[in-house]
């Protein structure tokens, strides 16, 4: 009851091309991945900036005022 058939999965995909159709599948998925990609890049950004050292600098005071 926990897995799923081969005819289960072609019940899907028939369901799945006749909603979307043939030729808005492609696009769908090409966005799909487009996400995926994008969520992948915003996550190794975070990496970096969590892994590099931080400054901390106060942006309100002058260079000069600085001590």
């Known amino acids: ?3 799923f058939s081969l005819t289960h ?5 028939a369901i799945i091309l006749i ?3 043939a030729g808005k599948l ?3 998925m090409g966005d799909f991945a487009k996400g995926i990609k994008n969520f992948k890049a915003g996550m190794k950004d975070d990496d970096e900036l969590a892994s590099s050292p931080a400054r901390i600098e106060d942006a309100g005071e002058p260079a000069d005022r600085k001590a």
Do not use: A, H
């Open 1 to 3: 009851m926990g897995s």
């Open 9 to 13: 999965w072609l019940v899907v995909l």
């Open 19 to 21: 909603l979307f159709g």
């Open 26 to 28: 492609p696009r769908v």
